[in-house]
């Protein structure tokens, strides 16, 4: 099976060389704990490789993005303005439409919040890696049969058009829909925040808890995050 650099060194080698070509991995954790840069870091290798990137971003504006992006060392600026890279404006709609049905004193906004298999609909035919970010937002008046049902068409069809994913859900949602986005998904990565309780200082752990086909190490690795982006300390 293909690789695809994950864009962290070390990581590729803990996975087999890569993240799986044209298959979707699932990134699980809680707020600050470095879901975001993770992805955001493969977004930027795929780029540096010259492959056609989207971020599906449900929480940040395109500028929010790419500032957060170069404060971590990766330049994601003239990636975006060559149009390499496309940021998709889910935020701004659901915002502006949210206040829309507000103004007709409507608070039903639950059309909006959840069509999760649509957003395949928003990803241009020669996209060949793509960053969501985050799903958990469409998940709020959403049953777990219904989340299950949504997920496995959007990952299906993922990977029936041979695009690699990185998915993130918050892991609030991710308890909210029972778990169950991890048995549709090829991968799984856990990003945390923890005390250490020998030193008890916290730091920031990344667990792989799953990658289907593939030979993983289970031990947590720390790691930190610095303006030259995600780096994992001394195993
Ligand atoms: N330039 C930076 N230098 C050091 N740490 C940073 C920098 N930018 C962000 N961070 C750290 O990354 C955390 C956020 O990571 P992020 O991937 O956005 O988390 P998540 O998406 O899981 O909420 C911040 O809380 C901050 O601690
Ligand atoms: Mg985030």
Same mark, same amino acid.
């Given at each position: 099976?293909e690789?695809i650099?994950t864009?962290?060194? $070390? ?10 070509? $044209?298959?979707?991995?699932? @990134? ?21 490789? $010259? ?13 929010? @993005? ?20 496309a ?10 439409f949210a ?5 007709y004193g ?5 059309k909006?919040?959840s ?5 395949l ?10 960053l969501i970010?985050?799903? $958990?937002?469409f998940?709020?008046?959403m ?9 496995d068409s ?7 058009r041979? @695009? ?12 909210r829909?029972?778990?169950?986005a ?16 020998f ?11 799953? @990658? ?6 289970l ?6 995050i610095t303006?030259k982006g995600?780096e994992?300390?001394?195993?």
């Amino acid at each position: 099976m293909e690789r695809i650099h994950t864009g962290i060194t $070390g990581l590729d080698e803990m996975i087999g060389g890569g993240y799986p070509k $044209g298959r979707t991995i699932l @990134i699980i954790g809680t707020t600050g704990s470095g879901k975001t840069i993770v992805g955001l870091s493969f977004i930027h290798k795929a780029c540096m490789e $010259g492959r056609k990137s989207l971020i599906i971003a449900s929480e940040e504006l395109p500028g929010d @993005i790419i500032a957060q992006s170069g404060s971590v060392g990766m330049d994601l600026e003239g990636f975006y303005k060559s149009g390499l890279l496309a940021i998709d404006k889910v935020y701004e709609e659901r915002t502006v439409f949210a206040r829309e049905l507000l103004s007709y004193g409507k608070t039903d906004t639950d059309k909006l919040q959840s069509n999760i298999v649509g957003l395949l609909e928003r990803i241009p035919p020669d996209v060949e890696s793509v960053l969501i970010d985050n799903i $958990g937002v469409f998940t709020l008046n959403m049953s777990a049969n219904e989340f299950r049902a949504q997920i496995d068409s959007l990952v299906a069809g993922l990977t029936k058009r041979n @695009i690699t994913t990185i998915l993130i859900i918050d892991l609030s949602a991710d308890n909210r829909t029972e778990n169950i986005a991890s048995y549709s998904v090829y991968g799984v990565l856990r990003p945390s925040i923890k005390d250490n309780p020998f030193t008890g200082a916290r730091e920031r752990l990344l667990e792989v808890l799953k @990658i289907r086909n593939t030979k993983i190490s289970l031990s947590p690795i720390r790691f930190e995050i610095t303006s030259k982006g995600i780096e994992f300390l001394n195993k």
